[in-house]
Structures are given as structure tokens and as C-alpha cells.
């Protein structure tokens, strides 16, 4: 029940999220065309800007899979502090034909069934390297941020790079979350 309860917790927030603007005059961020035959896998979540149902999450995975319609399945995972595995399932596609670097994401619930239109979350990407080991994610008001790799931890060198990406688009990085306990 709990598992329910925080996935629907989720796909809620993201629904709001999706239809929040942002209230300053600055720019929106600068993203990357993504080949998305290069960017499908597992990703695991480095630190993060969280979303209010990742709260409890002390390690978090995504994997995406490229489906023969162009969208994007994915299967987020999240390990809680007390070690519950909470789940949720979802598909993205591209906020503009022939477009890769913004994506809408939809989760999987009764939700987003019945409003389907605004149950879709925005997800830009930032950056990521020449060989899609890291990538950095984010929204367009700047609340929320994802620092990726393709492996659970990543040289100092790599996250002051993402960090400093970051916070030239104009993401707070002072509030971000760290996977487990480790900080940088």
C-alpha cells in the first residue's frame, strides 16, 4: 500500500510540476540533441534537486528503453532509507517532432488516464558527454536537477564538471541531494 500511495504521490507531483512556469525573467536553459539509441540503458542518479517523492530515496536508477515508435519506456527505481524498493513505470517522447534534448515523461496510473494531458512532466536535457557516460537533467523553472551516470559513482574531476554546468544554467546546487551518504 505504501508503494501505491508514493507512486501516486509521485505521478501527482510531477502532474504539477508539468504545469508549473517559472516566475523569474531568466532564461530557459540551453539542452542537447540526444541520440536516443545512445542514451537508452541504465542511468543512476548521482545527486538531485528532488521532487517531493524522492524524499526518502537514498539511491535511485532509471533505465530507458527506445521502443520502435520513437517514445521512450522507462523504469525508474528508488531505494528508500529503509530499504523498501519503491517503482514506477513510464513512457517519454519528444515536446517536439524530430526534437530529442526536451521530453515529456507520463507515469503509469490512474491519474494520468483520466487527465492524460496534464500528467506530463518536462524533462531537458542539460548536457551529456561525447559518449553518454554522464548526463545532466533538469526542469525548466530550475527546481529540479539530476546529476546521471552510467555507474554509481563518478571521479571528483566528473562532478565538479557537472556541477559547474549546473550552475551556469542557473541551477541552485547548494540544496542538492547526494546518492547514500556521500557528499561531494
Known amino acids: 500500500m505504501l508503494m ?3 507512486l501516486l504521490l509521485s505521478c501527482l507531483t510531477l502532474a504539477l510540476v508539468g504545469c508549473a512556469s517559472s516566475n523569474d525573467d531568466q532564461k530557459p536553459p540551453t539542452t542537447m540533441q540526444v ?15 528532488p521532487m517531493f517523492f524522492q524524499r526518502n530515496c537514498v539511491q ?35 515536446q517536439q517532432p524530430g526534437k530529442t534534448d526536451k521530453l515529456w515523461v507520463r507515469f503509469d496510473n490512474w491519474f ?18 561525447q559518449d553518454y557516460s554522464v548526463a545532466l ?9 539530476w546529476m546521471l551516470s552510467r555507474t554509481p559513482e563518478v571521479s571528483q574531476e566528473t562532478r565538479d564538471k557537472l556541477l559547474t554546468i549546473a550552475r551556469e544554467q542557473g541551477y541552485d546546487t547548494k540544496e542538492l541531494v547526494w546518492r547514500g551518504a556521500d557528499k561531494p
Open 60 to 94: 535511485s536508477e532509471a533505465r530507458y528503453t527506445l521502443r520502435d515508435d520513437g517514445r521512450i519506456d522507462v523504469d525508474n527505481r528508488c531505494q528508500e532509507k529503509d530499504g523498501q524498493l519503491n517503482q514506477a513505470q513510464g513512457i517519454a517522447e519528444a
Open 35 to 49: 541520440d536516443l539509441q545512445r542514451y537508452q540503458g541504465t542511468w543512476y542518479e548521482l545527486a538531485r534537486l
Open 4 to 6: 501505491r500511495t508514493t
Open 137 to 145: 537533467v533538469g526542469h525548466p523553472n530550475r527546481e529540479y536537477l
Open 112 to 129: 494520468s488516464r483520466l487527465a492524460p494531458d496534464m500528467t506530463k512532466g518536462e524533462y531537458w536535457v542539460l548536457y551529456h558527454d
